[in-house]
């Protein structure tokens, strides 16, 4: 792997909008280095751990099958763990989920099954996770570890999301039979059994509307409680360590075009395109460990086709914004940033933010990844 130091562009960013009962947040480059990585980290791998005093960014190196831990400033590799044991049990699918507690500690789920694997340090397998448990008495399911459905740990258990897999999802009548029930399990550590989480989906997803939004985006809170947000909806609940719930909102201004995907276009590849391009949506719950606040991100609804009548925008030419909220889920303010300079997702660190670069139009052929380091302070 290639690992360079990067001198940064100073661009200004500033806060675009700001709830009169707190205080808004500016966001602008720092001068501080940031890390630059050669290909094969997969985007939602990204991830922050603490190891002896410090703070490591973690993530998937698909290429070499290996779990990265670099430092922040310099962007040096200081730790890996080899997952060579594992490629055996998933040979066709690298996107294992990883939760890293510590370089000596690190929790991996194998695509497609129930089964997640503590490895240690040096890459072998210290425990096996494993569960049966009936989800309201469905037992074909999996995990599932895609971008904002992470698998998640509080250093007693484990919080692993799933997915139904004996219901092909065509019809209001399917949707509604997979919205009825929410997965989500709590496995503990000590190799007691799984205990399966309290949870709802949306009142419209539940009514078999098709917004296209299948895995929960859930983030944990030193506090014991989860937070639990959709895609397509600002409805969020709260559930607290006893497994009781209550209904909350995040609301976000540019979360403004959300629609029903139409039954009679399924299987219109290029109206799905359009679709997924003109609508706006939450891709992720984060939380601020160094300064208690929540983030949603928001992709911005956009035009399909451009002036020109003759290209059209991709996925990643949509605009995209952080909306931040307390950790009571107060609406703090929404920060927008230019897609053609940023990917979106952020990773919050002592330091600010980390924010990907785009430095292609084709990000996933890009030779490399780097970060800015975005610094936050109160507006005025």
């Avoid at 290429?63 to 890996?80: A, M, R, T």
């Avoid at 996770?129 to 509080?154: E, M, N, P, R, S």
């Avoid at 989500?184 to 949306?202: D, F, M, S, T, Y």
């Avoid at 609940?237 to 139409?262: G, M």
């Amino acid at each position: 792997m290639r690992l360079c130091i990067l001198s940064l562009i100073f661009i200004m960013f500033t806060a675009l909008i700001s709830c009169s009962e707190h205080v808004a947040l500016e966001v602008k480059p720092s001068s501080a280095a940031v890390m630059t990585a050669s290909p094969g980290i997969v985007l939602k791998a990204w991830d922050v751990c603490r190891y002896n005093g410090k703070e490591l960014i973690y993530a998937l190196h698909r290429d070499s099958l290996q779990v990265l831990f670099f430092e922040v400033k310099g962007g040096k590799p200081l730790y890996s763990v080899s997952l060579q044991q594992l490629d055996s049990l998933s040979p066709s699918n690298r996107d294992f989920g990883i939760c890293a507690r510590s370089p000596d500690s690190v929790f991996v789920h194998i695509p497609e099954t129930r089964t997640i694997f503590l490895l240690n340090g040096s890459g072998n397998i210290a425990r096996k996770y494993h569960t049966d448990v009936a989800v309201q008495g469905i037992t074909d399911y999996c995990f599932v570890v895609v971008a904002g459905a992470k698998l998640l740990c509080d250093g007693q258990n484990l919080y692993a999301a799933a997915t139904r897999l004996d219901i092909v999802l065509r019809t209001p009548e399917t949707r509604k039979e997979y919205y009825a029930v929410y997965p989500e399990l709590r496995i503990p550590l000590n190799g007691n059994a799984a205990q399966v989480l309290n949870g709802k989906w949306p009142e419209t997803y539940r009514q078999g509307l098709n917004t296209r939004d299948y895995y929960p985006q859930r983030v944990l809170l030193p506090n014991g409680k989860h937070y639990v947000g959709f895609a397509a909806s600002d409805f969020v609940f709260e559930r607290s360590f006893d497994n009781k719930i209550t209904e909350l909102r995040t609301p976000a201004s540019s979360l403004n075009s959300v629609h029903n995907y139409p039954d009679e276009k399924l299987g219109h590849f290029d109206y799905l395109e359009e679709y997924d391009i003109t609508e706006s949506r939450f891709s992720g719950f984060i939380f601020d460990a160094n300064r208690n606040y929540c983030y949603r991100i928001v992709h911005h609804g956009t035009s399909y086709r451009n002036a020109d009548s003759v290209t059209v925008n991709s996925y990643f030419d949509k605009p995209w914004s952080v909306a931040v909220f307390d950790e009571n889920l107060k609406p703090i303010n929404e920060i927008t940033f230019d897609p053609k300079l940023y990917l979106p997702g952020i990773i919050p660190v002592k330091e600010g933010w980390l924010v990907r670069k785009r430095k292609h139009k084709d990000v996933l052929t890009a030779d490399e990844t780097e970060f800015v380091l975005f610094q936050l302070t109160a507006g005025t």
